[in-house]
């Protein structure tokens, strides 16, 4: 059978990548993961290695590809050290710069760049709920997000296609922050995390790869969009459906002195990732008569537990 086209995945050996690989072969398209380590597992792609710094033999991939989707960036579930930071920043915007370069090296450029951003551009308000034309946050994860869309509209050629995809939390069971989460809840200790009424903003995978498809099939996609279901929910009630998918009726909170001293020590990162959050809606999305299969928290949570229960 005939591909229906290569699609180039540059910083696609994460969680992310790999889960919209498998997808898009799934489909029937040829995919190139770009990275700088080989993907943990394997898969029907194809993996080239790059620095997401400086030109090179990869640029050849882009070559007459159906569609260049960019996820490349240090993970920001860390400590936030001043190097960190240096290089949350500093890959997410090497990398969109590089990409920008080779795409004016090629003859054929994809028609379509789809470029991943964060809902957490719109910072950490604690009660209202933002769309696409909220007011933006401020913070590092506002300003990050800030620099990384700006060295795409830099790097982006006028003739390609131009999606953004702020995206917020994605759920999903082989990988991302859920797996730390569902520990915690195991443990006993999956309760209330500060105050709790944070908003958590999420995405099951499944949907993600399906608005990852749209972006670069419809023609009509242009422009930012919030990558987020459209019910987002408390840090309270996320918790509380997290153990109920797992069968723990109990869970310990966590009150905001104990995530910021324990957060850093015994898991690594940074407490204000679970102590803030946002509730986000996307209008576009709506207006554009996106079907999520996952709208709602308790089908998104169960489907995951379900499929794979141990």
Not at 126 to 155: H, I, K, M, N
Not at 247 to 265: C, D, F, N, T, Y
Request: proline share 5%; aromatic share 8%.
């Amino acid at each position: 059978m005939e591909t229906q086209g290569r699609i180039v995945i540059a910083g696609g050996t994460g969680f992310l990548g790999q889960n919209l690989a498998r997808y898009l072969t799934k489909q029937n398209y040829e995919v190139t993961i770009l990275g700088r380590h080989q993907p943990q597992t394997k898969g029907d792609w194809r993996y080239v290695s790059w620095d997401a710094r400086s030109l090179g033999s990869w640029v050849s991939e882009l070559e007459q590809a159906a569609a260049l989707v960019n996820l490349a960036g240090r993970t920001v579930d860390c400590i936030k050290t001043p190097d960190h930071c240096d290089e949350i920043l500093r890959s997410r915007v090497e990398a969109t710069d590089v990409l920008g370069q080779a795409v004016r090296q090629l003859a054929v450029p994809p028609p379509v760049w789809v470029q991943m951003s964060t809902a957490h551009r719109y910072g950490d308000p604690p009660e209202c709920t933002c769309d696409e034309d909220s007011a933006f946050g401020y913070g590092l994860a506002p300003f990050v997000a800030q620099e990384w869309e700006a060295a795409f509209q830099r790097a982006v050629l006028p003739e390609m296609r131009q999606v953004i995809l702020r995206t917020s939390f994605v759920i999903g069971r082989d990988g991302g922050a859920l797996q730390r989460l569902s520990k915690l809840v195991r443990w006993g200790l999956g309760g209330t995390v500060g105050h709790g009424r944070q908003g958590m903003s999420w995405i099951h995978e499944q949907d993600m790869n399906r608005l990852f498809h749209r972006a670069i099939t419809n023609q009509t996609m242009q422009g930012a969009y919030l990558a987020t279901a459209p019910e987002p929910v408390s840090n309270a009630e996320f918790m509380r459906a997290l153990r109920k998918a797992l069968k723990m009726p109990i869970g310990l909170p966590a009150l905001s002195w104990m995530v910021r001293l324990g957060a850093p020590l015994l898991m690594r990162t940074d407490p204000e990732l679970a102590l803030y959050g946002r509730y986000c809606i996307s209008r576009r999305l709506k207006e554009e008569n996106f079907e999520f299969q996952f709208p709602d928290l308790d089908s998104a949570i169960q489907n995951i537990y379900d499929k794979t229960s141990s």
